[in-house]
């Protein structure tokens, strides 16, 4: 159960690109908040892989991001 009743929020990449004067947010620093129950957007491939049909680097860099958010429990 999330830490509070309301509704839960779900960043993509635009929710990605906000900063403190310290640093950018990353997808695992949204996946450890109990409130944020999945990340998505555009980050994940770059579109050019897709235009050239890199399907490859498209399933390695999928991977990745499963594995990040398995990493904090999501």
Known sequence: MPAHPGPQLEPSAEEAAIHDDARLFTS??????ACIPAVGGSWMV???????????????????AVAAAAAVGK
């Open 46 to 64: 770059p579109v050019d892989a897709i235009r050239e049909g890199a399907f490859a680097t498209i399933t390695r860099l999928c991977a990745e």
């Open 28 to 33: 695992a620093d949204y996946l450890s908040l």
